[in-house]
């Protein structure tokens, strides 16, 4: 507790500091990079790309702000997490990776075959004494650099991040996300017909959490107490509720560029056939048992692999609750579907809004438009608070470790996001 | 600038200096929120206002109001400055600030996680969600904030 208060009030001037530094570069940037919604890809026509490993401050929406390490898109600014770098299968991937920190790190890349760092093949380091110093060729502290090159492997998604010293360095926020496309599909998650999404509902769920101590040890070149390390901050994206409902590029985010907002319609065999996909990645240390309210989602990936038999049949699976590993990636296909069709005049099905946790979240502040039927708004009970745009849903979607749904212990926070359901017709006000 | 300040004032331990170091942070935000605002070419005033009288009344100090949810939810954020006052504020479920559009009619006082459920702390920031009702707040306009019958206005919707 007494960390907590010596620490904020530093913290919120630092972030005011970082904020009043980068007001400038996203006047800058602003012209060019709408705020949206959805999966932000670093692409490159030689799918070449130029990483920068440096420090940085992110904000959490408690008011604090955290001193980080990442992985930058070199022509950038830092940006937490790593750039997210979309590749196709079967097609060579070169990362150069630029040090701008204090010690030497370098970048894995967890199921990717055959990687050469600087020409040679990627192995563990020791030093003169047989220790292990990283498990492959780092770039040396303070403007070191070094070029890892492999070949794009099954469609789906990787976790990139450090190999030296890892459990400081990943703490610290060395990490990202790879996508890799099939080849000729873009829009599928593998190479099977039935992993195709709709263009543009593509959305990448990087889960992390923060140790505040760890980083201000790091941060004031201090001894780190890994015994007593607990995580405080639970992260999509590198963002904790209420900041995962914002748009990517939000200007209050500066150095948090990615949103958590899923936003589809109702599934429909004719103008809306394709489900989204949800790509999750787990860089933390424990599990985060995540899941969405009010839907399934179909399983069709885990760690860079289709779920295929041998013969090609379909071993996808639907899940609620997805249980992403430290290290793990998942891949999914969710839709939604309105599968009794209830309209307020053509199909009236009488109905008493439940008390689920959609809807009651806390208390009798609820989510919904008052009525069960997507697309119509009732009025306001007295006793309710609520109303939305245009009848559209809001779907909770969290941790479910409860302490992973706050933000240092204030609930709601953390890894908990919505996703936003809109009527079949859109949402006129959009 | 900025950066030597941090320094300076990081070598200062003991509870006097952190109080200093909240006054000194309420500035520098406000400064650094109309920095943001200049740079950003907005018309009229730049910095997020303030309220004394909704300050010494509900102990909180709004800092920011932003279109979120792809323009379906509003966040409300504040920071804490007495917490007795902060935790009464937000717990009255029943009357949670109305946000209106000084550009067209409309507004919301639909509120949705809303409960921290536990004492707030001060010099910490909360929230409230919003409904962004019938898209009641977009985007660069300006919102009067109304609570209880005090206002507070020309905020900046991010
Ligand atoms: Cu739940």
Redesign the pocket.
């Given at each position: 507790m007494k960390r907590l208060t010596i620490r904020r009030p530093l913290a919120l001037l630092s972030a005011a500091a970082v904020i009043g530094a980068s007001a400038l570069v996203w006047s800058q940037a602003a012209a060019s990079v709408a705020m949206s919604e959805g999966l932000l890809c670093d692409t490159d026509s030689n799918q070449t790309f130029s990483l920068t490993a440096e420090d940085g401050y992110v904000s959490t929406p408690d008011g604090n702000s955290i001193y980080m390490w990442s992985y930058g898109n070199s022509k950038r600014s830092f940006q937490l997490p790593g750039a997210t770098l979309c590749v196709e299968s079967g097609k060579p991937v070169t990362v150069v990776l630029h040090n701008k920190l204090p010690e030497a790190t370098s970048i894995v890349f967890p199921g990717q075959k055959s990687v050469k760092a600087n020409g040679n093949p990627a192995q563990p380091q020791f030093d003169s004494g047989g220790s292990l110093t990283s498990l492959v060729q780092p770039a040396a502290a303070n403007d070191g650099s070094v070029t890892y090159t492999f070949t794009a492997g099954s469609p789906g998604t990787y976790l990139y991040e450090t190999g030296t010293d890892v459990d400081k360095q990943l703490q610290m926020g060395l990490y990202g996300a790879l996508v890799v496309r099939p080849a000729g599909h873009p829009n599928q998650v593998n190479d099977r017909a039935d992993s195709a999404f709709t263009a543009g509902k593509e959305y990448v769920y990087l889960l992390s959490e923060i140790d505040p101590d760890v980083h201000l040890a790091v941060e004031r070149n201090q001894p780190v107490n890994w015994a007593a390390s607990t995580a405080r901050y639970f992260m999509i994206n590198g963002r904790s509720m209420p900041d995962t409902l914002a748009p990517n590029n939000a200007p209050w985010l500066p150095s948090q560029p990615y949103g958590a907002l899923v936003h589809i319609k109702p599934y429909d065999a004719a103008t809306n056939p394709l489900p989204a996909t949800i790509r999750y990645l787990n860089a933390g240390s424990v599990n985060y048992p995540f899941?969405p309210?009010g839907s399934d989602e179909r399983v069709v990936n885990r760690d860079g692999h289709s779920l295929q038999g041998p013969a090609g049949q379909d071993l996808s699976y639907q899940k609620y609750d997805l249980d992403v590993g430290p290290g793990q990636t998942v891949d999914v296909l969710m839709d939604w579907r309105d599968t009794e069709h209830w309209n307020a005049t053509t199909n009236p099905i009488p109905t008493q809004i439940p008390a689920i946790?959609d809807q009651l979240l806390v208390g009798s502040d609820t989510w919904f438009s008052e009525s069960g039927y997507l697309g119509t708004k009732n009025s306001v009970p007295a006793n309710l608070t609520q109303n939305n745009e245009c009848g559209e849903y809001y779907h909770?979607a969290?941790s479910?470790a409860l302490e992973q749904a706050t933000n240092y212990g204030a609930a709601f926070g953390g890894m908990m996001t919505v996703f936003r359901i809109d009527p079949p017709a859109g949402c006129a006000s959009q | 600038m900025f950066a030597s300040a941090i320094s300076k004032i990081r070598k200062v331990p003991g509870r006097w200096a952190r109080r200093i170091v909240i006054v000194a942070t309420v500035l520098v935000v406000g400064l650094a929120a109309g920095g943001y605002a200049i740079a950003k070419g907005s018309s009229g005033s730049t910095e997020f206002p303030q309220s004394s009288a909704i300050e010494a009344q509900y102990g909180v100090r709004f800092s920011r109001i932003a279109v979120v949810g792809d323009g379906g939810l509003i966040t409300l954020t504040y920071v804490v400055l007495d917490s007795e006052k902060a935790t009464r504020f937000q717990s009255d479920v029943q009357h949670p600030p109305e946000l209106r559009s000084e550009k067209r009619d409309g507004g919301t006082k639909r509120v949705s996680v809303m409960k921290q459920g536990h004492t707030l702390r001060a010099g910490q920031t909360y929230y409230l969600v919003y409904q962004n009702t019938k898209g009641a707040l977009q985007h660069s306009e300006k919102a009067t904030v109304l609570v209880g019958s005090l206002s507070l206005q020309h905020a900046p919707v991010l």
């Open positions: 899941h309210h946790t909770i969290h479910h | -």
